[in-house]
């Protein structure tokens, strides 16, 4: 018995292509990721001014690593309702937060620290513009890096936990740098998804990218000032 390709969005002449219907709802969440990793961009800065105004203490490893992933695991859980926008401005406010010691830190201690956030800003911007741009106008399938992306963030969080155990502080250039290519590949990895349907939810994909441009900001702060120190 023949299957009639309309009960799949396509016709006979589309087969294999994404379907009118399927390339709205691609369309819309990019849209709506674009929309809402800017609001949080901008409310992240906001936060991290206050923090600068009120000279905001450094507030340690500890609870920064715990209040990200608390609040990262409630924007997972609440993604798919309207809590999940409350979830993610408390998540994205949060970082602001933690970076606003750090910004004041290259202001007040590093040479040029001004410039140097200043340069860190802008290669941020145009890596993630950049990538962003090459993902939607190839069209390519970034799934091949589903694997380094896993294993890399599996690493990065024995870093991390190595790091608040050993002192790495030698070895922070090379991790720096590390940290800025897992990064731009889960921009790319992400930003696939997105165009290839394999992620449908706006909150989930912001909260990724966001973290991404968080990450790369923050190691490049390391590597601008270590260089120009």
Same mark, same amino acid.
């Given at each position: 018995?023949?299957?009639?390709?309309?009960?799949?969005?396509?016709?006979?002449?589309?087969?294999?292509?994404?379907?009118?219907?399927?390339?709205? !709802?691609?369309?819309?969440? @990019?849209?709506?990721?674009? @929309?809402?990793?800017?609001?949080? $961009?901008?409310?992240?800065?906001?936060?991290?001014?206050?923090? #600068?105004?009120?000279? #905001?203490?450094?507030?340690?490893?500890?609870?920064?690593?715990?209040?990200?992933?608390?609040?990262?695991?409630? /924007?997972? !859980? /609440?993604?798919?309702?309207?809590?999940?926008?409350?979830?993610?401005?408390?998540?994205?406010?949060?970082? +602001? @937060?933690?970076?606003?010691?750090? *910004?004041?830190?290259?202001?007040?201690?590093?040479?040029?620290?001004?410039?140097?956030?200043?340069?860190?800003?802008?290669?941020?911007?145009?890596?993630?513009?950049?990538?962003?741009?090459?993902?939607? !106008?190839?069209?390519?399938?970034?799934?091949? @890096?589903?694997?380094?992306?896993?294993?890399?963030?599996?690493? $990065? $969080? +024995?870093?991390?936990?190595?790091?608040?155990?050993?002192?790495?502080?030698?070895?922070?250039?090379?991790?720096?740098? !590390?940290?800025?290519? *897992?990064?731009?590949?889960? =921009?790319?990895?992400?930003? +696939?998804?997105?165009?290839?349907?394999?992620?449908?939810?706006?909150?989930?994909?912001?909260?990724?990218?966001?973290?991404? =441009?968080?990450?790369?900001?923050?190691?490049?702060?390391?590597?601008?000032? #270590?260089?120009?120190?």
């Amino acid at each position: 018995m023949q299957q009639d390709p309309a009960r799949f969005g396509q016709s006979s002449t589309t087969a294999g292509r994404p379907s009118a219907r399927e390339l709205i !709802a691609t369309h819309r969440v @990019l849209r709506n990721t674009y @929309l809402l990793l800017a609001a949080t $961009l901008l409310f992240s800065a906001a936060m991290a001014g206050v923090a #600068m105004a009120i000279n #905001m203490p450094y507030l340690g490893p500890w609870v920064t690593l715990g209040g990200f992933f608390a609040l990262l695991f409630l /924007t997972h !859980a /609440t993604r798919n309702s309207a809590f999940g926008l409350v979830s993610v401005f408390a998540l994205t406010g949060f970082m +602001g @937060l933690t970076l606003g010691p750090i *910004l004041s830190f290259y202001l007040t201690g590093v040479p040029n620290g001004g410039q140097v956030i200043m340069s860190a800003l802008a290669t941020t911007a145009i890596a993630f513009v950049g990538l962003s741009a090459y993902a939607l !106008a190839s069209g390519r399938d970034f799934s091949f @890096l589903r694997g380094f992306v896993l294993v890399g963030i599996v690493g $990065l $969080l +024995g870093v991390i936990i190595a790091s608040l155990l050993f002192d790495l502080s030698a070895y922070q250039a090379v991790i720096s740098g !590390a940290i800025i290519l *897992l990064m731009g590949a889960l =921009i790319l990895f992400q930003t +696939g998804q997105i165009v290839h349907g394999g992620e449908t939810n706006y909150i989930s994909a912001t909260v990724t990218l966001y973290v991404s =441009i968080y990450n790369i900001f923050v190691s490049l702060l390391q590597l601008f000032g #270590m260089s120009n120190d």
